[in-house]
């Protein structure tokens, strides 16, 4: 053969050797270590806060939302948690003090990658299977920071795991960064403590192992941690997500799971359509308006103005249902639109004829705060009523401008409601003082429901299944488990007769003034 009939020959040979080499480097990526950017997938936009979710029929595997940052691999069935580990600290985008972490700006759902340095060390250690190292660390820092529950919960890990013997284990799909941790904190306290409860030495009840997933509050995060806990065989029940907009896009990787899951604070109607693995502890959004609605009627007020974030789930579902009930009780309202953590376009309204003689916002204690101070330096200064996801201290950031606000919640330190005071104690025995909010103690009710749950589902020798769980907790409608403010019942996965506090702003703080 001639030399120059060779030389395409030997062009075409090479392209190949490097073509396969490059798909072997791709095929074959060692755990913890970043894919090569020739080997990533297109980044797939995040979906919009609040877009309506197409619920799955009966999908062989869970639909996964890609978020704009490359994904954790979580393999179908796993026997250890997924571990992702940053080849340099990950670092808080703000700096910090003491703790929980300020917003990161690579959110994912694996705990260690989104802790400041110090903290992830002891979870590091954790999942290295370096258990007595683990509880030595963990019991340092908590000396120092007794209400750190995250930690509190896996030092509780690490000894269950150095102790062995039969252990059960859940799921908790939470907050542990971004602009939602002091929600987080809240939650985790509240798991810790139903936790620490069962597994009491006194007690012959198993050992629980927690598998914590960061889902930051966030859509396509919570669908992610769905998913990481759903391909878990051992986790038999799911606490979270927290917020509305999370717990609408995850339930329908539970539901196709069959994994039941119990959100704890949120409140949107939608949830009573997602499938029968999904329940709900807190008083939905429909009932919040309705009551908010007659508070409105009871005090005279004939014309308000509506403020509701559209893009976000809790508050375009009180919004709704405040003015649905408000205008059958012959209540004027006029819905005005905010953006994500803006403020209202104008404020006209009150240029009307009859002016508004109270205010109504749809949001969180942020939103609250912000937009009652917009409209008290534009000279509003009016009586304003709002839903649960405004009791927060957060919300006295807002000074004199939400002084006197009313809102509905399902707790507070100050009511006398059901078991509230021994609730209380236990609470500040446990954290070294300290006063619980509503989201750990629906938490640590939410913890209690679905561990008696699991319990019931193993009978007295049986071993508890996910489909065993979900009959278990079917069964409380007949036989319910114990709560802090009232028995936990569930009918169509919706908690029964649980009762809303009414909670007012008083010289800068919050009180309880009654119940409904």
Not at 195 to 219: G, H, M, T, W, Y
Not at 253 to 261: K, R, W
Not at 480 to 506: D, Y
Request: proline share 9%; aromatic share 6%.
């Amino acid at each position: 053969m001639k030399p120059q009939n060779l030389i395409p020959i030997i062009v075409i040979a090479l392209a190949a050797y490097f073509g396969w080499q490059q798909h072997q480097n791709c095929a074959i990526q060692l755990p913890g270590l970043p894919i090569p950017a020739a080997c990533q997938a297109p980044a797939v936009n995040n979906p919009p806060a609040t877009p309506p979710v197409t619920t799955q029929t009966q999908p062989t595997t869970p639909p996964v939302t890609t978020p704009s940052t490359p994904p954790v691999a979580t393999p179908s069935t796993p026997t250890t948690p997924p571990v992702t580990t940053p080849s340099t600290p990950t670092t808080p985008s703000t700096p910090v003090s003491g703790y929980p972490e300020a917003s990161l700006t690579a959110p994912d759902v694996d705990v260690v990658a989104n802790l400041r340095p110090d903290r992830a060390d002891i979870v590091s250690v954790y999942k290295t299977g370096a258990y007595a190292d683990a509880l030595e660390k963990a019991d340092a820092w908590l000396n120092s920071r007794p209400t750190d529950a995250l930690i509190g919960l896996i030092r509780g890990n690490a000894l269950t795991k150095q102790l062995g013997g039969k252990t059960i284990t859940i799921g908790l799909s939470v907050p542990t960064s971004g602009s939602s941790v002091q929600q987080g904190e809240a939650i985790l306290q509240g798991v810790n403590m139903a936790v620490q409860e069962f597994s009491a030495p006194d007690l012959k009840n198993p050992r629980v192992v927690v598998e914590i997933r960061n889902d930051q509050n966030d859509r396509s995060l919570a669908v992610q941690a769905a998913s990481s806990l759903a391909a878990l065989p051992e986790v038999l029940g799911v606490i979270g997500p927290v917020n509305s907009s999370a717990s609408v896009a995850a339930a329908d990787i539970y539901n196709a799971q069959t994994l039941v899951h119990i959100a704890p604070s949120a409140t949107d109607d939608r949830l009573a359509n997602k499938g029968g693995y999904t329940y709900r502890l807190a008083v939905p959004s429909s009932i919040q308006g309705k009551n908010l609605a007659k508070i409105a009627q009871q005090r005279g007020y004939v014309r308000i103005p509506v403020y509701f974030d559209p893009k976000d789930a809790y508050s375009k579902s009180l919004s709704d249902a405040f003015i649905q009930d408000a205008t059958t009780l012959s209540i004027s309202t006029v819905p005005i639109e905010f953006p994500t953590k803006g403020l209202p376009a104008d404020d006209l309204v009150f240029q009307d004829d009859p002016r508004p003689d109270a205010v109504f916002l749809a949001g969180t204690a942020a939103d609250c705060a912000r937009i009652a101070k917009f409209l008290a330096d534009k000279g509003h200064q009016l009586p304003i009523l709002t839903g649960s996801a405004a009791y927060s201290q957060e919300l006295l950031a807002g000074g004199k401008a939400v002084e006197g606000l009313t809102m509905l919640s399902f707790f507070h330190a100050t009511s006398t409601v059901g078991n509230t005071a021994s609730f209380v104690k236990a609470f500040q025995r446990r954290y070294g003082g300290g006063t619980p909010n509503a989201r750990a103690m629906q938490a640590y009710d939410a913890t209690r429901a679905l561990l008696e749950a699991i319990k019931r589902a193993s009978g007295t020798q049986g071993t508890p299944t996910r489909s065993k769980v979900k009959v278990a907790l079917d069964g409380f409608s007949s036989k319910p488990a114990p709560g802090v403010t009232s028995p936990v019942q569930f009918r169509s996965g919706a908690i029964q007769n649980r009762p809303l506090v009414i909670i007012q702003v008083k010289d800068g703080k919050l009180e309880a003034t009654g119940t409904m």
